[in-house]
């Protein structure tokens, strides 16, 4: 069984639309989160999710809204796709939100045509 | 000046080789490292987790932790073709917000 686990592998869509990329994890993991590597594979935290409230925002446009229903899921909403949003989307979970080391899905490509 | 530096490669090295991955940090507050494998198309895979300054062995890895030189080292003895991907270092303070070096890519030849 994969531990955590993003929905869609990939997604190609068109400037301004909206989408929604789903995360779960089975660990029983208490923190989530999103992550985005772009092109040159730099990877940046956007955001944190503890017991299902938020604990870490950082700097990211507020077209990206997070939503986590129950601690085992972490959905990332996308309104009004720009071109500069294309990148590979990774989600994470760790034990707790302190020295814990997280583990992560396998991304979704998301491509803006 | 970044928080964390890592030299992206790309390296290529033979098989049976001594790989030596390096990462330098600014930030003082950092107190656990990590080392990530990552192949193409997936997600970061944990390899190495270290809290104090001195070496942590496992299999045919080690990490190294300087934290007086805020360097970090990882070290893959009898390097083979399946190690080829690209290797992230992150750390983080005493909270989950983890910084990650931007990879090396290393490619280990037959």
């Known amino acids: 069984d994969t531990a955590v686990s993003q929905t869609p592998k990939y997604l190609v869509t068109q400037m301004g639309n909206d989408k929604s990329i789903k995360c779960e994890q089975n660990l029983g993991h208490d923190t989530m989160y999103w992550y985005k590597q772009d092109s040159k594979k730099f990877l940046k935290i956007m955001f944190s999710?503890?017991?299902?409230?938020?604990?870490i925002n950082e700097t990211v446009p507020n077209r990206f809204s997070p939503k986590s229903p129950d601690k085992a899921h972490l959905n990332l909403h996308i309104n009004s796709l720009e071109l500069g949003d294309s990148a590979v989307y990774f989600c994470a979970s760790s034990r707790t939100q302190t020295v814990q080391p997280q583990h992560f899905g396998d991304g979704t490509r998301l491509s803006i045509l | 000046q970044k928080e964390v530096e890592q030299d992206p490669g790309p390296l290529s090295v033979p098989e049976g080789a001594i790989v030596s991955l390096n990462c330098t940090y600014s930030n003082s507050a950092f107190q656990y490292f990590m080392w990530y494998r990552q192949y193409s198309r997936k997600g970061p895979e944990l390899l190495m987790y270290?809290?104090?300054?001195g070496n942590k062995e496992d299999g045919r890895f080690t990490a190294q932790v300087d934290k007086s030189s805020k360097y970090i080292s990882l070290f893959i003895r009898d390097s083979q073709p399946s190690d080829s991907a690209t290797y992230l270092c992150a750390m983080r303070p005493n909270n989950n917000d983890m910084r990650f070096g931007a990879g090396t890519r290393l490619t280990v030849k037959p």
């Open positions: 270290t809290y104090s300054s």
């Open positions: 999710y503890n017991n299902k409230e938020l604990i």
